[in-house]
């Protein structure tokens, strides 16, 4: 009786070092896999990033049509995986998983991912598919990383799950680099009384423009959250709000007569109507802005109880600047 033929799938994420000779570079990650070792199949994720050349899509055709001219495959399939961020590995995860139990699994088939393609969310996303153990059970997700040839001899190395903790721990710090590099910078101008956030204008009322700066000029002198709550807000705040309006809005004196009156008898501004502005700010921005980690680092952000709420901008201080 012959032994039953088991079919053998290559997944991997195409990443920027799979461009080989269209960016002039030895073959990627993936092709070095193929060559290291027999698949029947091979299944390709992309994203759609705009302004990249060479593109993912056409990334993933390079490597799709140097596999079937070599003959390292009989089938490819490239699939695209609608990523709004690619650092976020809960959106990645949901994705990657979805697509993943709509594939055939049974006794003859083995699915081996590749995580050397792609960012390091991706490469954790793969690990904690393969430890959630939903494949077949005799077959479970194999992963593997490719040996770069330029360290000697190239080969596909198996990634055990017993020692895939440190490298998960150690990928977290590279997602959250990753993540800070990736962020666009925030722009505040005060002479033009506009805010930017990469090239997406955020339509700030003059109000509303001076709470950012406020929390903008905070974060760059190290402060990385304030607490603002009781009835009204500390009389500095509100003291420095009524001084950037004043810079910027010169005109509008009407709008300020309120504020002047209450610093005039020391108070600051009513927590009803910091609160209430923060909000309106706040849905601009996510309003203008895609990405849930973007959006995340440059809304004013409250942390903690009720009546003890700490506010601040998460964004890095070197990805806010302030424009005279």
């Not at 494949?135 to 770069?148: A, C, T, Y």
């Not at 700490?310 to 964004?315: D, L, Q």
Request: hydrophobic share 40%.
């Amino acid at each position: 009786m012959s032994a039953k033929k088991i079919k053998k799938i290559l997944l991997s994420f195409v990443g920027t070092n799979d461009s080989g000779r269209l960016s002039g570079k030895p073959d990627g990650a993936v092709l070095t896999a193929l060559a290291n070792e027999k698949f029947d199949e091979a299944i390709l994720l992309y994203n759609v990033q705009t302004g990249r050349a060479p593109d993912f899509p056409e990334i993933a055709f390079h490597i799709s049509e140097t596999a079937r001219k070599r003959k390292l495959l009989r089938k490819t399939e490239l699939v695209e995986l609608p990523l709004k961020d690619i650092t976020d590995h809960n959106e990645i995860y949901n994705l990657l998983s979805g697509l993943t139990s709509l594939l055939p699994r049974n006794e003859k088939i083995q699915y081996t991912a590749a995580i050397s393609s792609g960012t390091p969310a991706m490469q954790v996303c793969w690990i904690l598919l393969a430890e959630s153990g939903d494949f077949s059970k005799e077959f479970p997700l194999r992963l593997i990383k490719v040996k770069d040839p330029k360290f000697g001899k190239s080969a596909n190395v198996e990634v055990k799950l017993d020692s895939a903790l440190p490298q998960i721990i150690r990928m977290e710090q590279e997602i959250k680099e990753l993540k800070d590099e990736f962020l666009p910078p925030a722009v505040l101008n005060v002479k033009k009384g506009t805010l930017h956030i990469g090239k997406t204008p955020i339509g700030v009322t003059p109000v509303e423009f001076c709470y950012y700066r406020y929390f903008m000029q905070m974060k760059k002198e190290g402060i990385l959250s304030e607490h603002i709550g009781g009835q009204e807000t500390p009389i500095d705040f509100a003291a420095k709000i009524y001084e950037y309006h004043e810079e910027t809005f010169p005109d509008l004196d009407l709008l300020r007569e309120d504020l002047r009156k209450a610093l005039k008898n020391g108070f600051g501004i009513g927590i009803t109507t910091f609160r209430g502005n923060v909000t309106k700010l706040n849905n601009k921005i996510k309003s203008a802005l895609t990405g849930d980690t973007v959006i995340k680092h440059f809304i004013i952000e409250a942390e903690g109880k009720r009546g003890v709420k700490f506010y601040g901008i998460k964004a890095p201080a070197e990805k806010l600047r302030v424009e005279r």
